[in-house]
């Protein structure tokens, strides 16, 4: 929905509560006309029913506001003496719609001085579980969010086990998009198997402040742009889910080009304007390399593969018939090692080449290796259309943005004619910012080189603190990496834990407390 639909829609929200609530306020002794004033009926409202007026403010945070709803009719019939749970049930079960009944229909007095304090235990309990709920998705939504790592593409750095804090703030929080969604899951509900959210209606792009900008090497969590993941909620046969922005699947990998770069890939090097990119101490990156052995000498690779930390090998027999070894996730650090290990005869880096298929935007002779040069489109700059340059930015044009109402836009191309909403066109303006992403595991991970850009408003944000981080194949107290609990994710150096600091913060409280307990105990 565009800004005006929005506004067209929430004026039609407010007649529908004019109509079916004025005589309630006139009951409450004010006056009709307040009942008709946007935000102003909503101040109003709260201190008919004796709430503070900051609620007001949860009536229009998107999904948030969900949750504020149903509280704010039962609120509103408990103000006029109606508190039994038939009454509640219907004025939930119509979605508040049971107050034209009341409103209409219903001798109206007014309970000014009323308990706010509900005699109900399990009512008592409902509205603290609410609360919770309702302060636990706002930090969810816009302040933290954990994420679990699926994936080996950032191997060394992320973990698969690792169980992050990400932060909406870094990077500005996004408001949601996708605006009736149950609270603080993602794209199903848990253990039901069906999708969590409506795909209609749908707000405008916004995202607040942002601390910081995502700079290269930053590792960034973001929604997967081309997600048509098949999922338990879309029937056998169909080509895939199509999902809004906010609900497709979270991705993770490291920025390696921000708007405005032109980026090359030489030999799996990554270069930025023609120069390589400094990653930081903390990244490492991997590559695959085939190892030839001697046959002869006896080589540990029990200890040889937990020494280097090395999961994934293969054993196989090169053209000339001699035994090799491909590791497909080897630093070059863990490749200068294994030259100095007896029985090994050679390591060499896997370097693809010539054409690899299925690599964005499948029209040049790349590979994983050997990419580019690619420009990233920065917010503002043009760029020439041509019938060449045109596969690097058709998916943004038809998929990513919008044109001047709203609308998809119409992109038709014709022998070397491109036409963009029946006119022709030799060159298009980005509507907002694009970032390249891709993972350190550099043959284990499917990133930008395959699938292209990421948009702005598919960025969800940076995570910065690694609470626990488990190892499946672990066993007793070892499934647990104790030396990756309680660390950061970015910062200089090598990541160190926290986790002691933490164990010595809480037994010092408890300690405090129970000195404090003891002293209060002695003066009474």
């Known amino acids: 929905m565009t800004l005006y639909q929005w506004f067209v829609f929430f004026l039609f929200i407010q007649i529908v509560h004019f109509l079916g609530t ?21 101040i109003i409202l709260m201190k008919i029913i004796g709430r503070p007026t900051w609620w007001t403010l949860l009536l229009f945070i998107p999904i948030i506001n969900l949750i504020m709803f149903p509280v704010i009719w039962v609120e509103t019939l408990r103000s006029f003496g109606k508190k039994s749970n038939l009454d509640t ?20 007095d007014y309970v000014a001085d009323r308990n706010l304090n509900s005699e109900n235990k399990a009512a008592s309990t409902l509205s603290s579980l609410l609360f919770a709920i309702i302060v636990a998705t706002l930090v969810h939504t816009y302040f933290v969010q954990p994420y679990t ?61 942002a601390i910081e900008a995502i700079n290269r090497t930053d590792i960034v969590v973001f929604n997967w742009p081309v997600d048509t993941v098949h999922y338990f909620f879309e029937p056998k046969g169909t080509p895939g889910v199509i999902k809004p922005i906010d609900k497709k699947s979270n991705y993770v990998k490291r920025c390696v080009g921000v708007p405005g770069d032109s980026l090359s890939i030489k030999d799996g090097l990554v270069y930025i304007d023609g120069k390589l990119l400094q990653l930081p101490e903390r990244a490492k990156p991997q590559f695959s390399y085939s190892v030839a052995i001697d046959g002869t000498t006896p080589i540990d690779f029990e200890y040889l593969l937990k020494d280097l930390d090395i999961t994934d090998m293969v054993y196989f027999k090169d053209n000339d018939k001699k035994d090799t070894l491909l590791f497909r996730a080897l630093t070059a650090a863990g490749a200068a090692r294994l030259k100095n290990v007896p029985g090994i005869t050679s390591v060499k880096q896997e370097i ?46 038809t998929d990513y943005e919008m044109n001047d109402d709203g609308k998809k836009n119409d992109l038709k191309v014709t022998g070397n004619e491109i036409r963009l ?75 160190q834990s926290y986790f002691k600091y933490f164990l010595i913060f809480l037994a010092a409280y408890f300690f405090g407390e129970y000195l404090y307990k003891k002293s209060r105990a002695k003066k009474g």
């Not at 049930?89 to 001798?107: E, R, S």
């Not at 992050?164 to 199903?188: C, W």
């Open 22 to 42: 004025w005589k309630l306020y006139v009951a409450a002794g004010r006056k009709a006309w307040e009942a008709a004033i946007p935000v102003y009926n909503a």
């Open 421 to 495: 909403n029946g006119k022709v066109v030799k060159d298009y303006t980005f509507k907002q910012n694009y970032y390249w992403m891709m993972g350190d595991n550099r043959h284990n991970s499917e990133d930008s080189r395959y699938w292209g850009y990421v948009p702005e408003n598919h960025i969800v944000g940076k995570p910065v603190f690694i609470w626990m981080s488990w190892d499946t194949n672990g066993k007793g107290l070892n499934k647990v990496r104790w030396d990756r609990v309680f660390t950061t994710v970015s910062g200089e150096g090598q990541p």
């Open 149 to 209: 790592i699926p994936t080996s593409s950032l191997e060394k750095s992320l973990l698969i086990g690792d169980f992050l804090f990400v932060s909406k703030i870094n990077y500005g929080a996004r408001v949601p998009m996708t605006t009736i969604a149950m609270p603080m899951v993602h794209d199903s509900i848990p253990f039901v198997k069906t999708k969590s959210y409506l795909s209609w209606p749908q707000l405008p792009y916004l995202r607040l402040p």
């Open 352 to 397: 693809s080449q010539g054409y690899e298929d299925g690599i964005f935007p499948n029209i040049n002779k790349w590979n994983r290796d050997n990419y580019g040069p690619i420009y990233i489109p920065k917010k503002g700059a043009t760029v020439a259309l041509t019938t060449e340059t045109l596969p690097f930015y058709s998916r943004i044009i």
């Open 89 to 108: 049930f219907l004025g939930i079960a119509t979605c508040g719609l049971y107050l034209y009944y009341i409103n209409y229909t219903q001798k109206l």
